[in-house]
């Protein structure tokens, strides 16, 4: 039986790969959240605006449109490296509470997880235990159950949010947050358009208070904040794996024209879009047909 139709509800994203060769991938973001844990040796996590250096018993949570990239061609000992991906479906069509429409941070039950941590000693050989179980689960292949692995990384996210989790400023019903999915959906899918906080009240068929105040619990931002921080990413994005003018990408993204694109990247980024785009391009399109091919979905 193709263990792909075992998951009843045919959202399954999960990926997990160990790797033994010292390599440097280019940059890229995707749409669903990626953990990734070192056995031995070290990795770097390189985000836009800092790397985090991993070492053996450390985890880091890639969320959906962040730029980074992966690198462990500087590690002294073999790289030994665990990343699970999953889209926020997968755990919650098991009734669990994942959110991660914010870049910066993801909401797991009642607790923000943490980006970046590195396990003490007490939970360190628990968490070792974990990853390997989804590792030896992961690796029967069409024979694997979802749903065992849906419960170890739920554990996993437990462990991390008692590590370093940070309480979250509400508490959120399920419906409310699945309820500002349809926002967060609408302003991905529109961000050339001009989005108005009605529009996005209409979506999530909410008042206006309520909305803005469900909105920020759940994504980290305020609905400006978010469009801002979405646009900004797309302008990454066209600006390293297209050929588009400044102008058409301005037009793409919402953003006026070049002048206002120009200013706007350079104060949140620091860099002027033309020299991001020279200084990150040849790194990110370092990805390859058979860097696209390990990351395929099993569904």
């Known amino acids: 039986m193709d263990g792909r139709r075992r998951d009843p509800m045919n959202r399954l994203s999960v ?7 010292r390599k440097k991938d280019g940059y890229h973001f995707h749409d669903y959240t990626q953990i990734w844990y070192l056995l031995a040796g070290t990795l770097k996590n390189n985000f836009t605006d800092h790397t985090f250096v991993q070492k053996p018993g450390s985890c880091c949570v890639v969320l959906p449109h962040t730029l980074h990239s992966i690198d ?24 669990y509470r994942f959110f991660s429409y914010s870049p910066h941070d993801a909401r797991f039950e009642e607790r923000m997880i943490p980006a970046e941590c590195e396990f003490g000693d007490e939970n ?22 979802f749903d065992i692995i849906a419960e170890l990384i739920v554990e996993l996210l437990r462990f991390l949010c008692k590590e370093k989790g940070v309480e979250a400023d509400m508490l959120l019903v399920k419906e409310r947050a699945e309820a500002i999915s349809a926002a967060v959906n609408y302003i991905q899918e529109n961000l050339k358009e001009k989005i108005t906080i009605d529009m996005l009240c209409s979506k999530a068929a909410m008042s206006r208070s309520v909305f803005t105040k469900s909105f920020k619990a759940v994504t980290g931002m ?25 102008n058409e990408i301005a037009s793409e993204t919402g953003l006026c024209d070049k002048s206002h694109l120009s ?7 620091g860099i002027s879009p033309l020299e991001h785009r020279k200084q990150r391009r040849a790194e990110a399109l370092l990805r390859d047909a058979a860097y696209k091919k390990r990351w395929q979905w099993l569904g």
């Open 222 to 246: 305020t609905v400006a904040e978010y469009i801002a921080y979405m646009r900004i990413r797309q302008v990454q994005y066209l600006l390293l794996f297209t050929d588009m003018s400044l």
């Open 263 to 269: 200013r706007v990247f350079k104060k949140r980024l």
């Open 124 to 145: 360190k050989e628990q968490v070792d235990a974990i990853v390997r179980k989804i590792v030896s689960e992961f690796s029967k292949h069409k024979e694997m159950d």
């Open 15 to 21: 990926v997990v790969t160990t790797n033994c060769v």
């Open 72 to 95: 462990t061609s500087e590690s002294e000992d073999t790289p030994l490296t665990v990343s699970i991906s999953f889209t926020d479906e997968f755990l919650t069509a098991r009734g």
